[in-house]
């Protein structure tokens, strides 16, 4: 097992450090920067269906969950299609509404998630086209699905899953942008653009990364907290709650994400000097929103940690504690802001003592109901 962990203490700390890898080797073939164009080979016959989709479906559980909710972001803004993100468990009971051009795509890191798999016996009954994204070559939810495109995550061991949730990422944003690319809702150079921008993803994870001391400094600070916060706004509000489920599934902190703006309706009751309240507030469209709902956290003598992009002062200013991201277009910050909270809760859950690749009552797959 030692060799397996390829000289880290935790399958999860290696296989957060194999994102740059991961990311790349999911990109690798599909983009072609010299022809302006993305190959996803496994939905070639389905990108007509996709771009002429009444609807996209993403049915998934868990962290698959939240890239489904990143995709809805990248696929509405870059398509134009409709989305809809669906808990599979949910879905599968509730007779859902189901066109026959509506696409449901189920995203999986094992491809034998039980509600994932019924969510998408449902969507075929009823007439969907079904595709998938799954990180496990020749799973079940591969298998059953009209076709998919992989992720290349290779093997994920630690029951939280990081790399997995980037590489679902890289997928449906190649997808998105591919689509959208065919059926003309971005013009060519934008489409060059993104992909020109895009292939330069895994070099800035890898500085994240370079940067990984600084989330032990900050995880020293605030390992004994009892409940935090996670707060985001727009593509980074999954990663909020992406935020959120690490630390509580690995540390057993109490921790909540939801959309910064939604604070004011609930969670602000609880914000003193003990809570944590983790803030993504790169620089972006949501930017001015986010610096308000910090200055709000502030006021109630809360502890501000913020993801902000390099070169940021406002923030930085009011922040207990920042940690910066390299600069990027705002559809592709999910893939850098997520690996700080990856790290620190990684970093908290050892310093609690947890048993960080296997903690209780949780498994890697769920393949019953
Ligand atoms: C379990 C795992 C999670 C995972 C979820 C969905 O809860 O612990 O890490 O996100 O199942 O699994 P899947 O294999 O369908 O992505």
């Known amino acids: ?78 398509t134009r299609i409709p989305v809809e993100v669906e808990y599979a468990s949910e879905f599968r009971y ?38 998938g994204i799954c990180n496990v070559v020749g799973s079940t939810i591969s298998r059953v699905t009209d076709a998919g495109a992989y992720t290349h995550a290779g093997p994920e061991i630690g029951v939280a899953s990081t790399k997995a949730f980037t590489a679902q990422v890289t997928v449906a944003t190649l997808m998105a942008l591919h689509i959208a690319h065919f059926k003309g809702s971005i013009n060519t150079s934008q489409f060059n653009r993104y992909l020109f921008e895009f292939q330069s993803i895994p070099d800035k994870v890898e ?25 985001g706004r727009g593509i980074n509000f999954p990663v909020a709650l992406e935020g959120a489920l690490k630390l509580k599934e690995i540390s057993y902190i109490h921790a909540e994400g939801y959309p910064a703006a939604e604070m004011k309706h609930g969670p602000i009751a609880l914000i003193d000097e003990n809570m944590p309240v983790f803030v993504i507030a790169n620089q972006g469209p949501s930017y001015k929103k986010v610096v308000s709902n910090i200055e709000e956290v502030k006021a109630r003598s809360g502890k501000v940690i913020a993801i902000v992009t390099e070169g940021d002062k406002d923030v930085k200013d009011m922040a207990d504690y920042s940690f910066e991201v390299p600069e990027c277009d705002e559809l592709f910050t999910p893939l850098l802001t997520v690996v700080p909270l990856q790290l620190i809760s990684y970093h908290v859950a050892v310093m609690r003592g947890c048993n960080v690749d296997q903690p209780r009552n949780l498994a890697k797959s769920v393949t019953v109901e």
């Not at 700390?13 to 991961?22: D, F, G, T, V």
């Not at 269906?49 to 698959?64: E, K, M, P, Q, Y």
Request: aromatic letters at 8%; glycine letters at 8%.
């Open 1 to 78: 097992e030692a060799i397996e962990k390829g000289g880290y203490d935790h399958f999860m700390l290696k296989e957060i450090y194999e994102q740059p890898k991961s990311i790349k080797d999911t990109m690798r073939g599909r983009i072609h920067l010299d022809k302006g164009l993305i190959a996803l080979g496994g939905i070639r016959d389905y990108e007509r269906a996709l771009a002429n989709a009444r609807r996209i479906i993403f049915v998934a559980c868990g962290t698959s969950w939240h890239a489904g909710l990143v995709a809805e972001y990248l696929f509405e803004e870059l």
């Open 94 to 131: 509730r007779n859902p509404i189901i066109y026959d051009d509506d696409i449901v795509i189920a995203i999986s890191q094992s491809g034998e998630t039980a509600d994932t798999l019924a969510a998408l016996e449902i969507a075929k009954q009823k007439g969907a086209t079904t595709l």
């Open 207 to 231: 500085r994240v990364l370079e940067k990984a001391a600084e989330s032990k400094v900050i995880a020293e600070i605030y390992k004994d907290a009892t409940n935090a916060l996670f707060l």
